[in-house]
Structure formats: C-alpha cells, structure tokens
C-alpha cells in the first residue's frame, strides 16, 4: 500500500494527529493483508521523516525528482514499512 500526501494543516500541528493518522494507515493496510507500507517524502521535510521513522518505517532508497532537482541536490527519501503478522 503507497500512503500518499499525509498533511495536518498548522494550526493543528503538536496534537498527535499525524501519528493518529500514520497509526490508522498501517492498521488499515495489516486488516487488509498488505505487508507494508510505502511512502516517499523530500529530504527538507525532517518532521516526516522522524514521524514515519517512529512509526517504524525504514529508509531503503534515495532519488532525485528531475535533473534540476539533481543540480540543486534536492533528494527524494523512500521509505518501507514491514507490516508482518500483527503478532
């Protein structure tokens, strides 16, 4: 399953909504026999990447979205997250 476009808007930030919502995802994706989760997020979005890296998601791979974003260095992080058993 590909968790795309995860916001909380700002001014509901620092609540827990989006580890709600990341927690909600993977129990959606285990109740349904998926075994992971995938998502993509930039390497500027550090918040997300320490939500998800909480949630248990691991990086497994790098690139860049063009050749500008390469120029600029702009990265693109991968991440997995293994939903095993539920045991």
């Not at 995802?25 to 995938?38: D, E, K, Q």
């Not at 909480?54 to 997995?80: C, D, E, M, W």
């Amino acid at each position: 399953l590909e968790l795309k476009r995860m916001s909380v808007s700002r001014e509901q930030r620092g609540r827990g909504l989006a580890r709600a919502l990341c927690r909600e995802v993977l129990g959606f994706a285990r109740a349904r026999g998926f075994g992971a989760v995938v998502l993509s997020t930039s390497a500027v979005q550090v918040a997300a990447q320490r939500l998800y890296e909480g949630q248990g998601f691991r990086k497994v791979g790098t690139s860049y979205p063009s050749l500008l974003g390469t120029a600029l260095n702009f990265q693109i992080f991968h991440y997995r997250c293994e939903l095993g058993d539920g045991d």
